[in-house]
């Protein structure tokens, strides 16, 4: 059984399909990036493919991303809030920072120190998490 190795929502495909309404298409570039905590997201640009890129024909859409990066993070699921976008790939989750550092990267839920019980797993948890492990050994 063969994997997808992008998958892009219906609800991605709307909100670009309304970006674009009024403007020629592009190639979209999935790109990993650092956030403020150090946590590797998804970032999203609008640029020409390069011989690096492994290049994708999704609904009347052209997504491009760096052939190694592609092979390592695969499968991608690219997904739509109405309003943005949510990519996903192996290893790498959706932003969801934790609203302390200088880059105001949060989602508006504030760390409150108990990393044990904390869902978001956000870098400064995670830091902290890493830290004590060490200590312990």
């Not at 399909?17 to 790109?31: G, M, Q, S, V, Y």
């Not at 020409?48 to 009347?60: N, T």
């Not at 990267?105 to 004590?132: E, F, I, P, Q």
């Amino acid at each position: 059984m063969q994997t997808t190795v992008i998958e892009v929502t219906p609800k991605a495909t709307k909100l670009l399909a309304e970006h674009f309404k009024d403007k020629e298409k592009t190639p979209i570039r999935l790109f990993v990036k650092i956030g403020g905590c150090g946590i590797r997201t998804f970032g999203v640009a609008l640029e020409k493919a390069r011989k690096s890129d492994a290049v994708f024909e999704i609904d009347g859409f052209q997504y491009i991303i760096n052939k190694v990066l592609c092979k390592n993070v695969q499968p991608i699921k690219v997904d739509s809030d109405g309003f943005g976008f949510r990519i996903s790939g192996k290893g790498i989750a959706p932003h969801h920072g934790c609203g302390n550092c200088g880059y105001m990267c949060g989602d508006g839920n504030m760390c409150l120190g108990k990393c044990s019980v904390c869902k978001l797993k956000c870098g400064h948890g995670l830091r902290k998490v890493a830290k004590t492990v060490k200590t312990d050994l």
